[in-house]
């Protein structure tokens, strides 16, 4: 690809080109150095390891599990219903979830506070997708150096058949993800068979589709790109951090001046000939998924991966020093100071969250299953029978939000003597009704030309479910 020369216009920069007489370029785009991760095993590791096999298996179990007749998570976007677990929700409860946003906001702040990018490190699906892309790579191509002298050497019969079994698992398992993430919308025991006899509807190609290749290029393809250049939250992060935010750090006190020596040196002669602890071994660099040298010190490109820790600790090991050269650490701790986990900040995100978390908690818990609309017929004021009766006609709209059926009964209140024509309304389950009943009143009960009225409803097997609707009776007075 051309790479696109850019111009330097400071002011210093046009002096030497008057002097000179000549317009200097300065490239301003590096090109991408592919990164070959090498494996390592630890601590660290194996916590991340297993925080993204436990994460991998629910996204792709949960679609599969069924709460009665119907997934247990489906967001059933045709109907506009939302199923998660035992609860249906409906758009009009939207403002529940922009709560849940903002509690999930609150939550990233907070772990950011206490532990740094741990989010990107251990959970974050691209980081998680990516983990298994490598693994794979290394399962089939073999590991880091034998993958570098594959990549540099000719095309072989070998090298294309490695490369292509790679690509053809790395398809399949994009091709899962694209498929499992379609089945939160469209369930999935009718998706997968529809799929392969090829009678799924269209747009669920479509989606199965982009998702794959959405999965295929981010995990395989682009991978440490997505967290440098194109996730926001890389950029703004370390304005959260503060002097006692747990980072992964290289201690340079302890390990400068960095060199190799005889493998037989003590620690101690180590130290007595003015080594610092850091063998120069490079592993903390080849084991890093984003290519950087955590020795450097903190940078945007770390995601807290803690693969660094684990591998140079089993160099400390091998060299009989005690661990930790690069540990979870804070940079007052670093410099001798004293550490405060409990402080002001990261209290008020701590505080705030668990308001926010207990106050949805009630709302989701105190939540009506039950919607329930009334609006008088606006094209007919109201109608007087020939005995003298007044009455007004009024569209109902019930929603029943429950697992369960209800028959719900109706009645109106308000005005002495209020009868309807229609006294219950049945609704399954996650189902709506409207219904058109008409209220009538002895025209001897008009006082004014408009009374308020309120039209109840109440369910026939709980009656903790009720809801009133304010409405108008309107009607004729008697001269
Ligand atoms: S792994 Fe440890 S010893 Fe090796 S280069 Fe990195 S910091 Fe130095
Ligand atoms: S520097 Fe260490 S913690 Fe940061 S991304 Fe690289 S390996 Fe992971």
């Given at each position: ?246 980072i992964v750090s290289y201690d340079e006190n302890r390990g400068e001046p ?75 701790a670093l410099e001798s100071k004293p550490t405060h986990i409990l402080r ?136």
């Amino acid at each position: 690809m051309e790479k696109i020369p850019s111009k330097d216009v400071t002011p210093r920069q046009a002096d030497h080109q008057a002097a000179q007489g000549e317009a200097v370029t300065q490239e301003m785009y590096a090109q991408r150095k592919h990164i070959y991760v090498r494996e390592i095993k630890g601590f660290f590791q194996k916590l991340r390891r297993s925080a993204n096999w436990g994460l991998m298996l629910a996204f792709f179990l949960l679609p599969w599990i069924n709460i009665g007749d119907r997934p247990a998570i489906w967001f059933d976007l045709p109907s506009r219903e939302f199923h998660i677990f035992f609860g249906t929700f409906y758009p009009q409860e939207f403002v529940l979830l922009s709560w849940l946003l903002i509690i999930c906001a609150f939550g990233l702040f907070f772990i950011t506070v206490f532990a740094g990018r741990v989010w990107c490190g251990y959970t974050c699906p691209q980081s998680v997708w990516t983990f298994l892309f490598i693994w794979l790579e290394h399962r089939i191509e073999g590991p880091r150096n034998k993958r570098i002298k594959l990549d540099n050497q000719p095309l072989t019969g070998e090298k294309l058949r490695r490369k292509t079994f790679k690509h053809v698992i790395w398809l399949l398992i994009a091709f899962a993800t694209g498929a499992t993430f379609v089945g939160y919308f469209t369930p999935i025991r009718d998706l997968m068979p529809d799929l392969a006899t090829l009678q799924a509807h269209g747009w669920s190609y479509f989606w199965v589709g982009f998702f794959t290749v959405f999965t295929y290029l981010n995990a395989g393809w682009l991978r440490e790109q997505v967290c440098i250049y194109m996730c926001p939250y890389a950029r703004f992060q370390s304005v959260m951090f503060d002097r006692d935010t747990l980072i992964v750090s290289y201690d340079e006190n302890r390990g400068e001046p960095r060199g190799r020596r005889k493998r037989s040196l003590s620690h101690e002669e180590a130290r007595a000939e003015g080594h610092g602890d850091c063998i120069d071994c490079d592993l903390c660099v080849q084991v890093c998924p984003t290519g950087i040298d955590i020795r450097d010190g903190l940078q945007y490109e770390c995601i807290s991966c803690a693969a660094c820790i684990d591998a140079c600790d089993s160099v400390m090991d091998k060299m009989g020093y005690p661990r930790g050269l690069i540990r979870y650490t804070t940079e007052n701790a670093l410099e001798s100071k004293p550490t405060h986990i409990l402080r002001p900040r990261l209290i008020g995100y701590l505080a705030a969250l668990l308001v926010m978390v207990s106050a949805f908690a009630w709302a989701v818990n105190d939540r009506m299953p039950l919607n329930f609309e009334a609006e008088r017929e606006r094209n007919d004021l109201y109608q007087v029978t020939r005995d003298g009766q007044i009455s007004n006609v009024y569209n109902l709209m019930v929603r029943n939000l429950d697992q369960r059926d209800h028959t719900y009964q109706l009645s109106a209140s308000g005005l002495d003597g209020l009868t309807l024509d229609q006294h219950s309304i049945s609704v399954p389950a996650g189902e709506s009704r409207s219904e058109v009943v008409t209220v009538t009143v002895d025209g001897d009960a008009i006082q004014q030309p408009s009374h308020d009225i309120v039209l109840t409803i109440e369910s026939e097997r709980d009656d903790s479910i009720r809801l009133d609707r304010d409405t108008r009776f309107i009607g004729e007075l008697r001269r």
